[in-house]
């Protein structure tokens, strides 16, 4: 099976082509860019550079969430129009269980996280059983004071994972001492490679045009909305 992975979560645009367990080719951005802009053009250059046609493809495997609004929406929307297009299946991967992947021999308790501001993270917990990544802790939005909290409760290591992961290095130090943060840089990015192998295993969703992000919380704009209209309103979305 050939499958094409994709992530745009965060600042970082990932994407990669997996046929069965051997990596075809892959492209790793992690500067400030338009992924509206950039994602098709690099699409293209990949396959073009593994000669390869998009319609030989069998699956698509897209970040689905957590991370930013706008970049989970290109690459979930783009996923969705190539897979209804070429007639693909199409999967949807947790983004903190990609990052937790690439920690490829940590016997600990992986903790990726993306920073969602105001001293809130995005934070997952898994752990890697044989080959296969065994989910912890479901991918949650939480203060980050919390989140050491339950992590603490763990009579095991912790393992941070993330390039934001220094915004609360003085925090893990202070509630688990014992608790490491990642020092291999490559492995605070998702990999476009890591997102099709993991989108591999999984079941491919049953309705395409239902597909939508996780974004674990809402936006801004939408929380604010919310304070003078009741839910059984009319949407925030119908709204605007």
Known sequence: MITLGIDTANQPLAIGVVEDHTVLGQIQINKKKNHSLTLMPALDQLFASIQLKPSEIDRIAVSSGPGSYTGLRIGVTTAKTLAD??????????SLAAIAANCVGIDAIIVPIFDARRKNVYAGAYRHKGQFLETVLDDLHIAFSDLIKRLAEFDEPIFFVGSDCQKFAEEISEGLPQAIINPNASWDLPSGSVI???????????DIQAFLPRYLKRVEAEEKWLETHSPGEESYVEKI
């Open 85 to 94: 297009t070429l007639n693909k299946e199409l999967v949807g991967v947790s």
């Open 196 to 206: 099709a192998e993991l989108g591999a295993r999984m079941e491919p969703v049953t």
